[in-house]
Each structure stands twice: as structure tokens, then as C-alpha cells.
């Protein structure tokens, strides 16, 4: 049963900016720490950015400065901005849900996944 539906994901050249949007169930939403993360082809999935509920916000070195998570609580939706795209930003991305700022307790949700491929 899916319960967090992702968007937003493509192709785009170096240089370039994609939005990625995570919907939830408001009762997921409203008590769980939301996050990114991405696995490219041959590599394990790693942690790109999440938010608390309190608003706290973390990020993978490799996107800081270029990646802005944000979190809109009327809408019950996640955001991942990503400005100056690199080819190595290039892999599927996957919305996360999950009590604890490093997703350690309670029930865990993920997305689908969306692909992000970026040209150089």
C-alpha cells in the first residue's frame, strides 16, 4: 500500500534546478521526521537531506548549498529543491517517513522512488 507518492523527478542538464514533492497521509505527516535519499546504480542509498517536525533541517555534504528541503504542513507535503544539478546528483530519489531527527523508531514509510537523471 503506497503511502508516500513522490513527483517532480527528470531529466535535466548540469546546471539546472528540479523541485521534488513528497504527498502524505496527514496522519504520517504530521509526527514524522521527512527526508530524501538516492541510490544510483551500484551504490548503496544514502541520506541527502531531512526535516524534523520542529523544523530542523540536515544535509549530505556533497548537496549543501545547492539542495533546500522544506516542509508544508497545510499541504502534508515534502519538498526537496535542487539548484546547480550535477551528473553525479544523477539517481533515483525516495521520500522517507519515520519518527527520530535520524529516522530511528516507529513505523517506516517510503516512496516509489523518482528517477533524476542529470546531462552533462
Known amino acids: 500500500q503506497v503511502q508516500l507518492v513522490e513527483s517532480g523527478g527528470g531529466l535535466v542538464q548540469a546546471g539546472g534546478s528540479l523541485r521534488l514533492s513528497c504527498a502524505a497521509p496527514?496522519?504520517?505527516?504530521?509526527?514524522?521526521?521527512m527526508g530524501w535519499y538516492r541510490q544510483a546504480p551500484g551504490k548503496q542509498r544514502e541520506l541527502v537531506s531531512a526535516i524534523t517536525t520542529g523544523g530542523s533541517r540536515n544535509y549530505a555534504d556533497s548537496v549543501k548549498d545547492r539542495f533546500t528541503i522544506s516542509r508544508d504542513n497545510a499541504q502534508n507535503t515534502v519538498y526537496l529543491q535542487m539548484n546547480n544539478l550535477k551528473p553525479e546528483d544523477t539517481a533515483v530519489y525516495y521520500c522517507?517517513?519515520?519518527?527520530?531527527?535520524?529516522?530511528?523508531?516507529?513505523?517506516?514509510?517510503w516512496g516509489q522512488g523518482t528517477q533524476v537523471t542529470v546531462s552533462s
Open positions: 496527514r496522519a504520517i505527516f504530521s509526527i514524522n521526521t
Open positions: 522517507r517517513a519515520r519518527r527520530g531527527t535520524f529516522f530511528t523508531s516507529g513505523p517506516d514509510y
